[in-house]
């Protein structure tokens, strides 16, 4: 099933380099923190398998707004956890 996956910075300042990343999907909802950028951007690619074009973007996005969202990303239960993501309570 696919789920939306949301980023965003931890801080309002734009030369923090601190992200959460969530990732809704059916009933449940998994997060986890990154301290710089370089580890999220190995998440984004070996993970959730953006490729250099997408993930260019999604940079350009983050850096000028603080935030992004992607939709129809698919990663298994199991795979979430696999990627240290944590299962937190959801609400959708």
Known sequence: M??????FRR???PESHAYQVTYNMGGHSYARVFD?????D????????LDDTDLGHLWD??????????SDIEIAESE?????MVEEPSDL
């Open 80 to 84: 979430a956890v696999a990627m240290r």
């Open 61 to 70: 996005v983050l850096h000028a707004k603080g935030n992004a969202t992607l």
């Open 11 to 13: 801080t309002p300042q």
């Open 42 to 49: 190995d998440f984004l690619t070996t993970g959730v398998g």
């Open 36 to 40: 710089d950028e370089e580890a999220l």
């Open 2 to 7: 696919a789920g939306i996956l949301r980023i």
